[in-house]
Structure formats: structure tokens, C-alpha cells
């Protein structure tokens, strides 16, 4: 008990003094499957004060830091060449082992800071950069009192909502009196340990936490993002896995070498398959 009473006296205190700075630090596992059906596990961050967080995979940051320095790009180029070598005709799993391995792999490309009412977002489809603004929508939570869950100690309240597509189910702790969550989930009063979709394709899970008194890094840019609004860069993830062939010519140009029909019946998404977010339709 003393362990989490520190911890809210920590937060409140540190709310009218730090405005802009982040009380908590959180790590999150994105535990989803891809558009092949695989399984698969991301590790995320999030940095959050009474109105600023920012969600966002430290590798990714560490990366992205270092490209923007002469030394650090340089390392990244030479490196990447390696590894393009090493990972030629091998296995979709081999490949991602390796660039995990070599410290180039991204696997996550997502950065959403939250601000004065928006989101902003950085995010990469297919070699393709995209960043974009966004008003932050209110949600309309139910929240059934009666329903507490224990996560990582502390007592969790259930709180289920419609969100840009999807109906998620959450346990948030008021005794950590943040209005964030993983993801673009908030809009309680309290930090939102846990979610998942009403599909189970989604489920975040908090796996640590610790009070904190911090700048929020920025978000560093090694290349050029294309500027584009939330429902064109969903439109165009979608395309990425209805139509591969197209989305290559997109980025190489339509002279790109034609792609295998095997290929391309693995790189689309398989039945049931949708984004993270589903409201992107014309």
C-alpha cells in the first residue's frame, strides 16, 4: 500500500509544477495478429503528465535519434547493407530475426503525442511516411463500478466504449489519476492499464510503471514524412494489403519488378483482417 500511495503523491504533486512534463512512465505489450493471422508482440512506452503523453517504442526513438546525426546515419546505411545481404532469400521469420538482431529493424513505426486537445501521429506503411493531426474525440464510457480487476497491484475499474471503429473493453485505476492509456485510448479518470478489442485481435497490457519527472523527448525525423490526414493514411494501409502489387509501384514506381502471385497471396490480409482502426471508408 505504501508502494502505491508514494506513487499518487508523487503524480499529484508533481501536476502543477510540471505541466509539460511526464509524471509516469509506462511500458505496454501490444500483444495482436498481423494481417497473415501470425501472432505477434511489440513493446511500447508511454510518457504521461496532466495534459502531454507521448506513446512510442524506444528502439524506434534510439534509431531515429541516430540517423539524425552524420556519424549515426552513416552507421545505419553501412549497417543496413549487411544486413540486406545476410537476410536475401531467406524466410519472412529469419529476416525479422536478423533485423531485430542488427539494431536497424523497426518493427514499430508508431509515435502519438497528445497535446492541447489533439493527436499527432508519425507512422510508416510500406516505406511510406506519413505524419498527421488529429482533434482528440470525447468518449462516451461506461463504466460498471461493481466490476474491479487487480493489475500489477493496483484495483481496476471496467469501462467499455465505441472508438473509431471498434468497441473496447478497459480497466483503468483511479488511484493513479491520469487521463491517459496506451495507444489513443483516455478519457477516464485514471490511467488505463489494459484494453482489447471486442474481437481479442487488440490487447494492450501495462507491464510496468514508475513516477517520473521528465521532458517528453521529441520526435526526431531522419526522413521526410508526408503530411495527410488519420483516414488517408488508414485508406492507404488498406491498400497495402488489397492490392500489394499497386502498393509497390506507389513507392518504386510502376517500371518495379512484378511481384509473384504467391507473394502476393501472402502479403494480403487474410479473412477477418482489419485495422486498428475501421472507420477509414470514404
Given amino acids: 500500500m505504501t508502494r502505491y500511495i508514494s506513487l499518487i503523491i508523487a503524480v499529484i504533486g508533481f501536476m502543477p509544477l510540471f505541466a509539460q512534463k511526464a509524471q509516469i512512465k509506462a511500458s505496454y505489450d501490444y500483444h495482436f495478429f498481423d494481417p497473415r493471422g501470425i501472432e505477434k508482440h511489440h513493446d511500447y512506452i508511454l510518457l504521461a503528465g496532466t495534459d502531454c503523453s507521448k506513446f512510442y517504442n524506444e528502439h524506434t526513438q534510439w534509431v531515429d535519434s541516430m540517423r539524425c546525426t552524420d556519424k549515426g546515419n552513416q552507421w545505419y546505411n553501412q549497417t543496413s547493407m549487411i544486413v540486406m545481404g545476410q537476410v536475401m532469400g531467406k524466410p519472412r521469420d529469419e529476416v525479422e530475426a536478423i ?13 502519438i503525442v497528445k497535446g492541447k486537445g489533439k493527436f499527432k501521429v508519425w ?22 463500478e461493481d466490476s474491479v480487476k487487480t493489475v500489477l497491484g493496483y484495483d481496476c475499474l471496467l469501462a467499455t466504449a465505441n472508438y473509431h471503429g471498434r468497441q473496447w473493453k478497459v480497466w483503468f485505476t483511479p488511484d493513479i489519476p491520469i487521463n491517459a492509456g496506451p495507444w489513443k485510448l483516455l478519457g477516464l479518470p485514471g490511467l488505463i492499464m489494459e484494453a482489447v478489442d471486442s474481437t481479442g485481435q487488440h490487447h494492450f497490457t501495462i507491464t510496468g510503471i514508475e513516477s517520473v519527472n521528465m521532458d517528453i523527448p521529441k520526435i526526431y525525423e531522419p526522413i521526410d514524412y508526408e503530411k495527410t490526414t488519420r483516414k488517408e493514411f488508414l485508406q492507404l494501409c488498406r491498400y497495402r494489403y488489397d492490392n500489394f502489387q499497386g502498393m509497390r509501384d506507389l513507392h518504386f514506381g510502376t517500371d518495379a519488378p512484378r511481384v509473384s502471385q504467391e507473394k502476393i497471396d501472402y502479403e494480403t490480409g487474410k479473412p477477418g483482417f482489419d485495422l486498428l482502426e475501421t472507420d477509414y471508408h470514404k
Avoid: A, F, N
Fill in 99 to 111: 533485423l531485430e538482431s542488427s539494431g536497424v529493424g523497426q518493427p514499430v513505426t508508431t509515435y
Fill in 123 to 144: 507512422d510508416m506503411v510500406y516505406h511510406e511516411y506519413r505524419k498527421y493531426t488529429e482533434d482528440i474525440e470525447e468518449r462516451d464510457w461506461s463504466i460498471t
